[in-house]
């Protein structure tokens, strides 16, 4: 059973950044996308940032200019570079891996306030 295992989650002053990651416990073959979610209280779950198989990227009109999503194959990895970060982007960030299987990680808090 294939764990996607996330980090980098904190408090942080309106303004500054966070470098989130995913990390898979094995290699996921066949995978179409990896993406970053979000879901904030009494909010539904939005995406963030994805990027497909072939490099290519997509992120909500939100986080455009602010966040950049990338991976490493080589260490099964996805990060999300948050820059810029504003207090509307308070939420627990969740990773996703698409492939012949649906993989979620368990999220990891994002708060931004001073």
């Known amino acids: 059973q294939v764990q996607l295992v996330e980090s980098g989650g904190g408090l942080v002053q309106p303004g500054g950044s966070l470098r989130l990651s995913c990390a898979a416990s094995?290699?996921?073959?066949?995978?179409?996308?990896r993406s970053w979610y979000r879901q904030a209280p009494g909010k539904q779950r939005e995406l963030v940032a994805s990027?497909?198989?072939?490099?290519?990227?997509t992120y909500a009109d939100s986080v455009k200019g602010r966040f950049t999503i990338s991976r490493d194959i080589a260490k099964n990895t996805v990060y999300l570079q948050m820059n810029s970060l504003k207090p509307e982007d308070t939420a627990v960030y969740y990773c996703?891996?698409?492939?012949?299987?649906?993989?979620w990680g368990q999220g990891t808090q994002v708060t931004v306030s001073s």
């Open positions: 094995r290699r996921i073959f066949s995978i179409s996308a």
């Open positions: 996703n891996v698409a492939g012949v299987q649906n993989y």
């Open positions: 990027i497909t198989s072939g490099g290519s990227t």
